[in-house]
């Protein structure tokens, strides 16, 4: 089936440090999202994207994120700084359009701040 | 608050059984009740999904059973076999048209013995 594909895979850095996610989504999806996942915990939704824009982000979506997808290429999600909270992973997803519900997840980025 | 509350956590059922999970909700407004299974390694799928208008939805092996007046809806998986262990995510979606925002539930590890 369709593809969502995230690099890296794992990441580790320190508190402080700039780290940003790459995301590969399926080739004719329109809509992007961010969730986050902390150990043992259900994934919550970080920011939707489309067209350009973040057209919805919860209150996880603090203001050391962005994300954007320049000129087509990947959609990403970077975390400037990262504090040791920021430890999850991270899973893009895409869909062909916005009241689908049919997401494709990526397999997630694991990020490690230590 | 979570908006989406799912039990058991984890759940051994042997071949050929069928395996039950449930999920609740607060928000009445929302309007797309999708199963989510991922296997280890790998990105949630999307395995079968319910609009409101409904109170069951089958899929082969796979039903879903919805409540409205109750808040509730769960997965029912029939004649269980060992290739369905895996964790179960329940979600439900708030808006339109910005885009699918998801609110999962924290997952069920279903383990299915032979």
């Known amino acids: 089936g369709p593809k969502v594909l995230q690099i890296p895979s794992h990441q580790i850095i320190d508190m402080g440090q700039m780290v940003t996610l790459n995301c590969d989504p399926v080739s004719n999806h329109l809509y992007f999202y961010w969730y986050k996942q902390i150990l043992g915990q259900q994934m919550e939704f970080l920011v939707n994207?489309?067209?350009?824009?973040?057209?919805?982000k919860s209150k996880l979506f603090k203001d050391q994120f962005s994300v954007e997808r320049p000129d087509g290429s990947y959609f990403t999600l970077k975390i400037q700084p990262t504090a040791l909270e920021d430890s999850a992973v991270y899973f893009c997803?895409?869909?062909?359009?916005?009241?689908?519900?049919?997401?494709?997840f990526g397999e997630g980025s694991k990020l490690t701040v230590l | 608050q979570q908006q989406v509350r799912q039990s058991p956590q984890s759940l051994t059922v042997w071949e050929g059984e069928t395996a039950i999970l449930n999920c609740s909700y607060e928000?009445?407004?929302?309007?797309?009740f999708p199963w989510y299974h991922q296997f280890p390694g790998e990105s949630p799928a999307l395995l079968i999904a319910?609009?409101?208008?409904?109170n069951k939805k089958e899929d082969g092996r796979f039903t879903i059973f919805f409540n409205k007046r109750e808040k509730k809806f769960s997965l029912h998986i029939a004649d269980s076999q060992p290739g369905d262990s895996a964790t179960y995510f329940c979600a439900a979606r708030a808006g339109q048209g910005t885009g699918s925002k998801l609110s999962f539930g924290k997952g069920a590890k279903l383990t299915v013995s032979p």
């Open positions: 994207f489309y067209n350009g824009k973040v057209m919805e």
């Open positions: 319910i609009r409101p208008v409904s």
């Open positions: 928000d009445s407004t929302f309007d797309y």
């Open positions: 997803a895409s869909s062909l359009t916005g009241n689908t519900g049919q997401l494709y």
